[in-house]
């Protein structure tokens, strides 16, 4: 193992075959380094120019009991030459570490491909923990179906990290490194981010650096220098992004990254109350980073401490955000009717995750749309925004803080686990040229004149007086009020004024909103209507149906609650209309109590994001028979 | 700069007062307005939050900045402000079901934070505006509307509790006793830190003379002893009576069968809580109940600054935060 591939991009003497995009996924132990193989892969392909997309999927235990179903944690990639809106379906490759990881995955690799086995992890007590007879690498069947390459890991990065003089337990713990060298040859990666990221995380253990060092380029030389591998590929450098500067982003930390931006813009410092929760909980790691930035995080004694910790901020004039994920917001329900009848500004969101209560706590879904939309007492409607994707969040984050501040009121977010872990390529903007947000707040009198606290501008907001003004001292509170003087009305016409002012309040943002947009025609055939973290796999599979020659369009929505003033008029305009969710069909009861347009429903509880196919195949089901001939063969093709 | 001289009457809002007639709130409300104006704090830079209860109405009847919010959580609101805007003096309203029911979990956790704001708790030992029920601090064995058979609940102390939170002002007063209660609440509008003052407070509608023997002059000498600090605990109609540390625990002793120095003298700065927790779990009848400060311990990091000042360091080591140089730190790529 002389080789050296040192370089930014390693050549190869064997037979190297460009595709377009490649779909992997890598699977082990939870604590085999999983994560943190992919994370490296996809910031690498990033980096190499591709588009990406990933999809982290790990149980909830924290270290579920290794070598058995349970514990595989996983973590799936799709990088790729031309642009992409989904971490892929089927896989073109996947590297398992045990059986456990194999026999929970395979079912995804399609034919023909990549199989990629740590032998050293196939052995009697490994076959009895994932609670198989004898060894699935052995099943002739599979010899049959996919390409597989039997490596055994854990002996060679024994040998390749012997000089280190490391125990054999921490040696061993190095094989993550073996099997990332080997992909990374398989798919003509440059080991340079991963060797700038070994030298940054054990630079302080000099020892275990070199030995991460000695692994990663053993498994690289593995593939270069080995019989087994007849060719490598490589994915060339996406053409179709826009230009600029661009680096790969998290959800969860693009919605950190949007909530400090739009500080900034509105010249505020940043108060984030909150609870930990899975998954949003990074979302509090990345905002207590930047204190600097004049950003204070409460770690609050619960949920409701944190939403209302967040609604005193929001009083005293800062920018307040609580956020937290089902059955915490569930818990924060009472504060956000006292958030939406203080008619205070501030953001709450809500990353989703399996229900109900605790549910599937690591795994995604979109269940909380209807509990957000009408999850407190009385009436107390809110606006409802959703990210579509993880770059999104960072928009969508300064969006709501623009609608929170011009109408007065909180606005939730709805994220869910699949964006908030998932990572795309971000185009860096250029701080100067965002928008500002401009707040005023009311200016002090030295007149002791009677301050109208609900006194309503033309978007019926009310003024955000902050205490420490002198003149407008005013007392806020949940009884209901009189508008204007904000004083406690117990009267029944009032109580309805009110009602009726604030529901008109939040259905007025749909004049400051942009009007829907289509891809495809704005009426015919099929019309898909997604929310929130499906949109790559709707987007895609429209796509790939209206390649295959079928007249569907595809409709996002960014603004849920209120929605755009045109999607009535758009829903009417189509001869079905598909809604695919990650739940029982929640925005398909919006959309039909309130256009009264009979959608389709595509729905799926599973704890996992749709497959294309599976939409492809929904779609197909429902489009108009004489277009569909041509197509369905043709869509076959691209699947298969 | 002068600040112009307010009087009581400025504390005044424009809103109707409508606690029942009689009800001890009243006092409280009256020495508030009486207190403030002595502190120079303007009235735009006050804050009172209140949960939910009959005192909890009482941030409507200030001419400050006040919110009303919901049941138990006034700590946490009165968290969130006084962390963003540690330039305000803020007050939290509460009573004993508001404050040790539902909101105990919050109670404890502003003590232990020492946050900067002061806790009024108006402990009537009843839930007044749900109409009579037990609270938290109820007698064993009364009978109310929701306890027939009477009430099987063990009451709790709320200055135990406050400084078993590690609470650094903690102290009781009693509405009747009006010139104590202002004092009190001028001592914890002075403290830096979490202060809590429990008033004894009656309602004469669900819960009348509960505590009537700390509440009526003739009867206060006898069962409650005034702490103040560096004297001896001496009650009684003639200053007859002391309070003496025996072993580990506290006994009532004749100030004529001991000598001066045997009876206990009081220390509120002491910041070991031992002695301050046993004054604080004397009981009528057994033991005279005291008032006034039992703890004022100074010098304790408050929340709010901490808050603030990890900030400003963070400023200072890091210099202050550039989001475009933050946007492009790390492994970036460019498109053409």
């Known amino acids: 193992m002389t080789s050296n591939p040192n370089s930014s991009n390693p050549t190869t003497a064997k037979n190297v075959k460009t ?205 270069e220098t080995t019989e087994a591998f007849g060719e490598s590929f490589q994915v060339e450098a996406a053409a179709t992004l826009e230009s600029g500067t661009y680096r790969n982003m998290m959800g969860n930390q693009a919605l950190a990254w949007g909530l400090v931006t739009a500080a900034h813009l509105s010249g505020k410092d940043l108060f984030y109350g909150t609870y930990p929760i899975t998954p949003a909980s990074d979302i509090l790691h990345e905002l207590s980073k930047y204190k600097n930035f004049g950003v204070k995080t409460l770690q609050a004694e619960d949920e409701i401490a944190a939403v209302c910790a967040t609604i005193g901020a929001a009083f005293g004039g800062t920018m307040a955000v609580t956020a937290s994920s089902g059955p915490g917001i569930a818990l924060k329900a009472e504060g956000m009717g006292l958030g939406m009848i203080l008619e205070l500004p501030m953001i709450v969101i809500n990353v989703q995750r399996g229900g109900p209560s605790t549910g599937l706590p690591t795994k995604t879904e979109q269940s909380d749309l209807l509990q957000c939309m009408f999850g407190r007492n009385g009436e107390a409607p809110l606006p409802i925004l959703a990210p579509r994707s993880p770059a999104d969040c960072f928009d969508i984050a300064i969006e709501a803080w623009r609608i929170a501040t011009e109408c007065m009121c909180p606005v939730m977010l709805l994220s869910d686990g699949y964006i908030a872990n998932g990572s795309e390529p971000w185009r860096i903007p250029d701080l100067g040229s965002m928008p500002k947000i401009t707040i005023n707040h009311p200016a002090g009198t030295d007149l002791d004149e009677p301050f109208l606290p609900y006194a309503r501008d033309e978007f019926l907001a009310r003024p955000w007086a902050i205490p420490g003004t002198p003149g407008l001292m005013h007392r806020v509170g949940g009884l209901e009020k009189q508008d204007g003087t904000g004083n406690v009305s117990y009267d029944p016409a009032n109580h309805q004024h009110m009602t009726n002012t604030r529901a008109a309040k939040i259905d007025r943002i749909a004049e400051r909103i942009p009007e829907q947009d289509v891809f495809g025609e704005t009426s015919g055939d099929v019309l898909v209507v997604s929310w929130g973290g499906t949109y790559g796999a709707c987007h895609t599979a429209v796509k790939r149906c209206r390649d295959a020659g079928h007249q569907v369009s595809h409709a996002h929505l960014r603004y849920i609650h209120p929605m755009p003033n045109n999607i009535g008029d758009l829903l009417q305009s189509f001869k079905t209309v598909i809604v695919p969710e990650l739940n ?57 | 700069m002068t600040l112009p001289v307010l009087k009581a009457a400025d504390f005044a809002s424009d809103q109707d007062v409508r606690w029942c007639p009689g009800c001890g709130d009243y006092s409280i409300l009256a020495q508030m307005k009486k207190v403030l104006p002595d502190l120079g704090v303007p009235r735009e830079k006050i804050v009172f939050i209140s949960g939910i209860g009959c005192s909890s109405r009482f941030p409507y009847y200030m001419n400050t900045y006040g919110m009303h919010s919901i049941h138990g959580r006034a700590p946490t609101f009165a968290t969130g402000l006084k962390s963003t805007r540690p330039d305000l003096m803020v007050w939290v309203i509460t009573g004993d079901g508001d404050a040790l029911s539902i909101g105990g979990n919050h109670f404890i956790h502003a003590l232990r934070r020492n946050i900067d704001v002061n806790i009024v708790l108006f402990n009537n030992r009843i839930y007044g505006l749900t109409k009579g029920q037990y609270s938290p601090t109820s007698s064993e ?29 903690v102290a009781r007063s009693i509405d009747a006793h009006v010139k104590h209660l202002g004092e009190m609440l001028k001592r914890a509008a002075e403290h830096k830190g979490t202060s809590l003052v429990e008033v004894y407070q009656n309602c004469n509608v669900f819960n009348d003379g509960a505590m009537a023997y700390a509440q009526e002059k003739k009867q206060r000498a006898e069962n409650v002893v005034e702490l103040e600090h560096g004297k001896p605990l001496i009650f009684g109609t003639n200053s007859d009576k002391g309070v003496r540390l025996v072993g580990n625990r506290l006994e009532v002793v004749n100030v004529a069968d001991v000598a001066v120095d045997d009876l206990l003298i009081h220390d509120e700065k002491e910041p070991n809580p031992a002695i301050q927790m046993m004054l604080a779990r004397m009981r009528y009848p057994e033991m005279p109940e005291p008032i006034g400060v039992l703890r004022s311990v100074e010098g304790v990091a408050t929340y709010n600054d901490q808050i603030n000042e990890q900030v400003q360091r963070a400023k200072e080591t890091k210099g202050p935060g550039d989001l475009q140089e933050l946007f492009t730190r790390g492994d970036t790529w460019e498109v053409a």
């Open chain 2, 141 to 169: 064995g009364q009978i109310t509307k929701s306890t027939p058979m009477g009430s099987i609940d063990h009451p709790l102390n709320p200055l135990s509790l406050a400084l078993a939170a590690e609470g650094t002002f």
């Open chain 1, 584 to 640: 029982m069909g929640q925005l398909r009861m919006l959309l039909r109590s309130k256009y009264l347009v009979d959608c389709v429903g595509v729905n799926k509880v599973q704890g996992k994001p749709f497959a294309v196919t599976e939409l492809v195949d929904a779609i197909e089901a429902r489009v108009t028979p004489q277009a569909s001939s041509k197509g369905k063969a043709a869509v076959q093709s691209r699947a298969g």
């Open chain 1, 19 to 223: 595709v377009s995009g490649i779909t992997v996924r890598l699977a082990g132990d939870s604590g085999d380094g999983m994560q943190l193989l992919g994370t490296q892969l996809t910031n690498t392909s990033a980096l190499a120019g591709n588009d990406v997309a990933t999809f982290p999927d790990f149980p909830a235990e924290i270290r579920a009991p290794r070598g058995t179903r349970a514990g595989v944690s996983g973590f799936q990639v799709q990088f790729a030459s031309e642009e992409i809106f989904t971490p892929g379906d089927q896989l073109d490759a996947l590297v398992v570490m045990n059986p456990a990881a194999m026999v929970t995955n395979l079912g995804d690799l399609r034919k023909g491909g990549i199989l990629i086995a740590n032998v050293d992890g196939f052995n009697e007590k490994e076959f009895k923990l994932a609670k198989l007879e004898s060894d699935p690498l052995e099943a002739n069947v599979i010899e049959e179906t996919y390409r597989i390459f039997k490596v055994p890991m854990t002996t060679l990065t024994r040998t390749a990290v012997a000089e280190h003089g490391l125990s054999q337990k921490v040696a061993d713990r190095c094989k993550n490194f073996f099997a990332m060298g080997l992909v990374y040859w398989l798919f003509g990666r440059s080991l340079d981010t991963t060797l700038r990221f070994i030298e940054d995380k054990f630079g302080r253990k000099p020892d275990i650096a070199a030995a991460n060092v000695a692994a990663l380029r053993a498994g690289w030389a593995y593939g």
